[in-house]
């Protein structure tokens, strides 16, 4: 009898028990303060013990303990607690892989080398709404952005960037700048940063009701000067005079470096300029320096040189990482970044936001993506991934396309009846 | 007057000289023994001396050169050389970037840490013309197979999977695998593995003309079950019969594991499990196993685990990677394989497909 082998079809498998892939626990509101203190009650770590009577484990290894986690490919429930497992440790099933490594400590110092230095907390800043939706062909209505925004925050996202106070004139995309941060300015569980262009913009938003301001330069003069009609010593004389400003009233300031490893207009950015840029920003009081891999064409390859150099000018605490995914590099590139020390990555809910320079080519890293990844890693975001994907799903059917995560995309095809 | 902030938009742009981004240089048929000899030609580093003297340099920093390469926006295009450099190296700009490390050794640890061991050479199968096709709903016509594996071969794909030997009953889209392999066999610039379920296919496909080989295990039971309707041992015995077979007249098998992650039926599937069916295909004498993440689950931290516990089984040197990008994670996924290839080579699977992988794993 011939053996056959069938294309991997879902179709095909029995039907599939409620398999319990992942411990996480997410009913807790988790704190947004970020840090470890403030997940202590959002994750629970996944352990499980391999039986070594088994007849299967014909390899017993062993080496430090490596604790990670998997995901369950099961849409979350809210709810549906014991699918979950609970807060009581006792009743976590254990994954611990122990390993006899055949050359003694190599593979073991293998595995520490590539995660030594990654982060425990990452803060994900969300983009979504503003480097998103500015993208868009059509403006999306106030309330559809504020709902948003409200999801996003409930999701545990930290931060949420929520409009851009440059002129409607150049995107009209945002025009409804006020009464969306009017709308929203009291919300308490997510911090709203807004963009804005000069100290008029940064009045503006004060005036309607922002509490934190975000600033945007370039690394590349050529793309400073089209993108915004000024050199980059222009710009940064224009947000000192709002830093200033805002330092008085104790508003904090992000800034943006856009172009940190190549500009459409003038080829590759050398580092050493990104750090000058990075450094001007930090100096003038910045709390945070988000380094923007605009036409994303970086590689672990570009982007350590230029972290290396940011870093030897900013402290790594004070950096953020905004990789687009235009040729499908952002996830590395975070990795990268991650084993750098940086603990602060941007991104889009659904990977909204294309890439003007390559019609039809994706543009931010979807975010749901970034969290999968952090998960798998251990990594603590106090991201309700749930949530996320609803939030994702809540903008996509509103723009009447799919979304940009895969992911999303993923987890919107298993089928309820094959869960697990 | 208020200073602007544009979307980013290209209309508002100066137009774009053919801005040199990178210095690849691909016009040489490279030489598909794999290997770093087999890659001198194709590739050039770029390197590029920052000028110490420029105002914009208030951070000269030193540390071991790191050779990187940008890579060009614009397609290469056929006979546009002088875009993209050429091979004479005094030519090509140099990017070398040294820098002063604010914390001492600190950040030039990092760096070295993280692409220690990393290789010099990947190479790459392609499976897109069999692993990918095999998932299409409409078969694709033999001729547009066959010319595809040509196009592949020629852009330098030392490994192109052909096709497959299961039966049509199951595989309708591959069921001209004998006209595939039958007009490509003699293809002298690829190797072209074709999937062989039993020795029945294995002898099918040596009679068609294929030279190489591949079977398909998997770490997970259930899935072996459902998938190729027998438990592993049963098929890891099939197999046995095809390297057995193979080994007489001095055919090349490549073993795949499936599952290596998860699996659909099982749910978690433990390293260890991974580990024993990656050895016992190692041990009957397949030349490459590749480790397939069937369903695309895997992250960097589930991926290392695995490969800890399949390489105490399996030189690393027979090891190859087979990520699912489901979840957008592959490529994280294939960094860290990379990172854990210590100083030896590491091969990975990777499909030309468009369509990705998620019709594959089809919900």
């Known amino acids: 009898m011939s053996s056959l082998e069938e294309p991997l079809s879902m179709d095909k498998l029995p039907s599939l028990s409620n398999i319990d892939f992942s411990h996480r626990f997410s009913s807790d509101r988790c704190s947004t303060s970020g840090g470890d203190s403030g997940m202590g009650h959002c994750w629970i770590e996944g352990n499980n013990s391999t039986s070594s009577n088994s ?8 080496q430090e303990t490596f604790t990670w986690r998997h995901h369950s490919r099961d849409r979350p429930q ?70 948003l925004i409200h999801r996003l925050a409930s999701a545990g996202l930290s ?20 009464d ?26 004060v005036a309607a009701g922002a509490k934190e301001i975000a600033v945007f330069a370039s690394a590349s003069e ?27 009233l104790n508003i904090p300031v992000r800034g943006y470096v856009s172009c940190v490893i190549g500009c459409p207009v003038e080829g590759i950015i050398p580092p050493s300029k990104v750090a000058n840029v990075a450094k001007e920003l930090h100096d003038m009081g910045c709390c945070e320096i988000s380094l923007g891999d605009t036409i994303g064409i970086g590689t672990p390859g570009t982007v350590i040189p230029m972290l290396v150099a940011v870093m030897s000018a900013v402290p790594v605490e004070k950096l953020a990482v ?39 080519a994706s543009g931010n890293v979807a975010t749901e993506d970034v969290v999968y990844m952090l ?40 089928p309820r009846d094959q869960a697990y």
């Open 55 to 62: 007849d299967e484990e014909d390899f017993e290894y062993e």
């Open 78 to 147: 809210n709810g549906n607690l014991a699918a979950y497992g609970n807060r009581d440790s006792r009743h976590l099933a254990k994954f611990q892989y122990k390993s006899y490594c055949s050359n003694g400590g190599g593979l073991h110092d293998i595995t520490n080398m590539i995660f030594k230095g990654i982060p425990k907390y990452v803060k994900i800043v969300e983009v979504g709404v503003r480097d998103g939706l500015q993208n868009e062909k059509n403006m999306v209505p106030t309330s559809v952005k504020i709902e």
């Open 159 to 178: 931060v949420v960037e929520a409009t851009s106070f440059v002129s409607p004139k150049w995107v009209p995309q945002l025009a409804d700048a006020r």
């Open 180 to 205: 969306v941060i009017g709308s929203v300015k009291n919300l308490d569980t997510a911090r709203l940063p807004v963009l804005v262009p000069n100290l008029k913009g940064f009045e503006a938003a």
């Open 222 to 248: 050529a793309f400073s000067k089209s993108n915004i009609n000024c050199t980059i010593k222009e710009s940064l004389a224009r947000y000192r005079d709002v830093t200033h400003a805002a330092a008085k």
């Open 322 to 360: 905004h990789f687009h995914d235009t040729y499908g590099q952002s996830l590395s590139n975070i990795l990268v970044s991650l084993q750098m020390g940086i603990s602060t990555v941007d991104s889009s809910v659904a990977g909204l936001g294309g890439c003007p320079y390559a019609k039809g």
């Open 375 to 414: 998960e798998g890693l251990g990594i603590k975001t106090n991201v309700d991934l749930e949530k996320l994907l609803e939030a994702g799903e809540f903008i996509c059917k509103h723009l009447g396309r799919p979304s940009g995560s895969k992911a999303a995309v993923a987890f919107s095809r298993v």
